[in-house]
């Protein structure tokens, strides 16, 4: 499978990774879109939220989790960010293995809607 994520995942492709546990992997985004920008992602590969089967749902319990452990690491717990998923063609998902942008440690503009 040609999935760059399931790479960064095995070592394959370098990632300067933030967190890692049995479920979850979390790693600074290559293209930084605010002052902290980290995906965060489970091991299990799966293409979209569509794609989640049952039994899989706690994943995303995993992923909140990490993310709130990661913005304390980050030290922008208090100051605040976004966790943001895209799914599918019009949202501009472009690597089709779930991911949440962690983003902030800057003031964010509006979410853009369109
Ligand atoms: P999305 O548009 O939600 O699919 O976001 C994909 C994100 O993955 C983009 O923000 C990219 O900059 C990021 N990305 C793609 N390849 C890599 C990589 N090798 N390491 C880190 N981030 C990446
Ligand atoms: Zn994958």
Not at 22 to 32: E, G, T
Request: glycine share 8%; charged share 20%.
């Amino acid at each position: 499978m040609d999935c760059i994520f399931c790479k960064i995942i095995d070592g394959q492709v370098p990632s300067n990774k933030v967190y890692e546990d049995d479920k979850v992997m979390a790693f600074h985004d290559i293209q930084p879109q605010s002052a902290v920008h980290v995906l965060i992602i489970p091991k299990k590969h799966i293409p979209s939220v569509n794609d989640v089967q049952d039994g899989d749902w706690e994943l995303f319990a995993d992923i909140h989790s990490a993310a709130v452990h990661i913005a304390k690491e980050l030290g922008i717990a208090q100051s605040g960010y976004r966790l943001i998923n895209n799914c599918g063609k019009d949202s501009g998902q472009a690597v089709f293995h779930i991911h949440y942008h962690l983003m902030g440690g800057e003031q964010l503009g509006p979410l853009n809607i369109k």
